[in-house]
């Protein structure tokens, strides 16, 4: 079945620029979606389709993804992003969705 | 504004059954354009995809999971609903139901419940 591997924390100061990897077989041939997920809370997509942002997601989202690796890309982190980011696809070889593992996103 | 309300019983007893259902509300679940999916995460772990449902009955399932759910759909109600037979303590979980954007290549979740946890013991 697809795996999809996150990092199991990333840490960042405020004000910089926080990077999410998601690794996986190809997977710049699958489309890759986002979801982030506060203490308490259901996730929330906050970027889908690779690079595209919901109504709501500030513009410090983006998403890109090519070869092996995507990534999740946060400009001018502030206290409040701090939380777990999920990637997905859908493997459509199996009929199958994947989650990848989580990655916990500190604000120093 | 779509919104998913998941509910049923948040104990069950081992080799049990757990039973839960999604209501949809501010939208039909019958709409032609989406389906509809469970999706679980254990405490302090990460996310885990169930099945998902089209309002006319097709389904895909988890494979580590098929031979024990079944995921069902009551458009008269505009619910849907999920059996997990034969549990145990590792189907200790939060529950959400959400709406899933597919096509014949993609699937992600745009519209989420607020999650109920479900807890397997005696």
């Known amino acids: 079945s697809y795996v999809l591997t996150q990092p199991p924390s990333v840490s960042v100061a405020p004000g910089k620029t926080a990077r999410i990897t998601c690794g996986g077989n190809?997977?710049?041939?699958?489309?890759v979606h986002w979801y982030q997920q506060k203490p308490g809370q259901a996730p929330v997509l906050v970027i889908y389709?690779?690079?595209d942002r919901p109504s709501g997601i500030p513009e410090r989202f983006s998403g890109s993804n090519s070869g092996n690796t995507a990534t999740l890309t946060i400009t001018r982190v502030e206290a409040g992003d701090e939380a777990d980011y999920y990637c997905?696809?859908?493997?459509?070889?199996?009929?199958?969705?994947?989650f990848g593992g989580g990655t916990k996103l500190t604000v120093l | 504004q779509l919104q998913l309300q998941e509910s049923g019983p948040g104990l069950v007893k081992p080799s049990e059954t757990l039973s839960l259902t999604c209501t949809v509300s501010?939208?039909?679940?019958?709409?032609?354009?989406?389906?509809w999916g469970w999706i679980r995460q254990p405490p302090g772990k990460g996310l885990e995809w169930i099945g998902t449902?089209?309002?006319?009955?097709?389904?895909y399932y988890n494979p580590s999971l098929k031979s024990r759910v079944t995921i069902s759909v009551d458009t008269s109600k505009n619910q849907f609903s999920l059996k997990l037979s034969s549990v145990t303590a590792a189907d200790t979980a939060v529950y959400y139901c959400?709406?899933?954007?597919?096509?014949?290549?993609?699937?992600?979740?745009?519209?989420w419940g607020q999650g109920t946890l479900v807890t397997v013991s005696s």
């Open positions: 190809n997977i710049g041939s699958k489309s």
């Open positions: 389709y690779d690079s």
């Open positions: 997905q696809v859908w493997d459509s070889s199996s009929d199958h969705l994947v």
């Open positions: 959400a709406r899933d954007q597919r096509d014949g290549f993609n699937s992600l979740f745009d519209y």
């Open positions: 449902i089209y309002y006319g009955g097709s389904t």
């Open positions: 501010g939208g039909s679940i019958s709409s032609g354009s989406y389906f």
